[in-house]
């Protein structure tokens, strides 16, 4: 499995990707909502507010993780979002959204990233890391609809400090559909 940083010039397979597993996992209606997500946030995003990582195997994209810029108006610290990600059905179950994943947040913690966050699987986000954060210390930027899924993790290892908000976030994610 190779792990690379950047779209490469992928976009089109990236976007694919996102539809073609949210359409196996969740149905038409969900596949095409967040394939629309991924194309707004590669196309609106500003670069220096945007990572995206990716799995091939074989040459072939296996799977993609994409982060933004999280701001909270009270906090000098650098929260990062991570939301979406994808691993195509073939690979799944084999740990590379995992090992993705790892990937991606140790060049975040390089580069300088305080706090990474996430809504989704508490069972699957808690393999790498993530584990529950309440409203209070990492106000979301919209409502929760499933607020058991909003997860964080403190890059220095430690623990989440309470993040000053209000949040911001991308552009393409800040619709309460995603939420």
Known sequence: MDLADGAGGREREIVDLFATTFTASE?????????RLVRDLLDRTPPDELRVFTASDE?????????TRLRYAGDARRVVLLSP??????WQGRGTGQALIRHALDTLRAEGADVALTYGDPAFYGKVGFGPVT?????????????????????????????????????ALDDAAYW
């Open 85 to 90: 990600m994808a691993v195509g059905p073939g």
């Open 135 to 171: 409203e209070a210390t990492a106000p979301p930027p919209q409502p929760l609809s499933q607020p058991e899924g909003w997860m964080g993790q403190a890059l220095d290892g430690g623990d989440i400090a309470p993040l000053t908000g209000p949040a911001t976030c991308a552009a």
């Open 27 to 35: 149905g038409a209606e969900e596949g095409a909502l967040i394939g």
């Open 59 to 67: 040459g072939a994209l296996a799977g993609a993780v994409i982060f």
